[in-house]
């Protein structure tokens, strides 16, 4: 078992800049490809960006693409999700998930390959 524990959601105005923090306790020791994703109200959970156990291969949607980075330490269990030039569009609960899998360079995109979820954060972009 995998616990998740997201932090660093917030208000901020258009332009301004997030950093997420996704916490892992638990099996740690295996291989765990890492993503956030995002659900807006009304809306389905979407995919925002995706990051290997090495760290070596990242991957992002194209909505988040150039503002958004995925990193990882794996000495602290932690993944980080860098959010820059927030929109209001980016408003939303976001939520981080792992999989665990067994190469360095395995990324998901889909929501239903992922098997552990964290509670979500906040994030609210204001116009």
């Known amino acids: 078992q995998v616990q998740l524990v997201e932090s660093g959601g917030g208000l901020v105005q258009a332009g301004g800049s997030l950093r997420l923090s996704c916490a892992a306790s638990g099996r740690t020791a295996n291989w765990y490809p890492m993503g956030w994703f995002r659900q807006a109200p009304g809306k389905e959970r979407e995919f925002v960006a995706a990051?290997?156990?090495?760290?070596?291969?990242?991957y992002y949607a194209d909505s988040v693409k150039g503002r958004f980075t995925i990193s990882r330490d794996n000495v602290k269990n932690t993944v980080y999700l860098q959010m820059n030039s927030l929109k209001p569009e980016d408003t939303a609960v976001y939520y981080c998930?792992?999989?665990?899998?067994?190469?360095?360079?395995?990324?998901?995109?889909?929501?239903?390959?992922?098997?552990?979820w964290g509670q979500g954060t906040q994030v609210t972009v204001s116009s």
């Open positions: 990051i290997s156990w090495s760290g070596y291969i990242t």
């Open positions: 998930a792992a999989k665990q899998a067994y190469s360095s360079t395995d990324y998901y995109t889909d929501r239903y390959d992922y098997d552990y």
